[in-house]
């Protein structure tokens, strides 16, 4: 168990509707990450917040936003769905660098998003 | 082209057998990072390097910044090794860039 919690596990849901995706980090966290994994794209970034403030913004498209909230947890909402959302959403937290410049990142289990 | 390119794509081993990861990347960064995900799907981070050689039980991880280039290094390897490994790029602006990742299997 990596201490990050992440749900829903599964969601299913149609074209053109709207998901939250819920992220909290291991405990005392401060930066959260969000990844997206498709079967036809592999792993890509999203988007890293780092408590609170958007810190890096990868691949994430307009219709995708995400927020960190004052507890630190994290979620993630995809709007106007499309076929091609479907993936399996990851975040991942970490207490940030250490003194020796490493960053360890924890991962949750993912939610499975299947749009139909 | 992809920024992070890695191989081989799919590896079979025995076990016991010594294993080799390969990771070339093209971006500037400030860390190269490896991560194993397991059949059910969950991603575990098993290393984070920005220079020479890290190494934790039966996994070594060396990088050399010069070539572009990382190693994954199993040694005595067993079945439960069996994953996927992906390696990933991060630059300062805190942009990640992922391989294709490569799956592993180790028979018995």
């Known amino acids: 168990d990596s201490g990050v919690t992440q749900t829903p596990k599964h969601l299913i849901t149609a074209t053109g509707q709207r998901v939250t995706l819920r992220c909290s980090p291991r405990?005392?966290?401060?930066?959260v990450y969000w990844y997206q994994q498709s079967l036809d794209q592999g792993l890509q970034f999203l988007i890293q917040y780092y408590n609170g403030e958007e810190r890096a913004k990868g691949n994430i498209l307009e219709r995708f936003s995400a927020q960190q909230f004052p507890d630190l947890h994290s979620e993630l909402n995809l709007s106007s769905l499309e076929l091609g959302d479907s993936a399996l959403y990851f975040c991942a937290s970490s207490v940030g660098l250490d003194r020796a410049g490493n960053e360890k990142l924890f991962f949750g289990s993912g939610t499975q998003l299947s749009v139909l | 082209k992809n920024e992070v390119e890695q191989s081989p794509q799919n590896l079979t081993a025995q076990e016991g057998e010594f294993i080799t990861i390969n990771c070339s990347y093209s971006v500037g960064i400030s860390a190269l990072h490896w991560l194993q995900q397991h059949p059910g799907g969950g991603i575990v981070s098993l290393f984070m390097l920005s220079s020479g050689k890290k190494k934790h039980g039966r996994l070594i991880a060396t990088i050399n910044i010069q070539e572009k280039h990382s190693s994954l290094h199993i040694t005595a390897s067993h079945p439960r090794d069996s994953a996927v490994y992906i390696c990933?790029?991060?630059?300062?602006?805190?942009?990640?860039?992922f391989g294709t990742g490569t799956s592993l299997t180790v028979i018995p």
């Open positions: 990933a790029a991060s630059n300062t602006g805190n942009q990640f860039y």
């Open positions: 405990s005392g966290d401060l930066s």
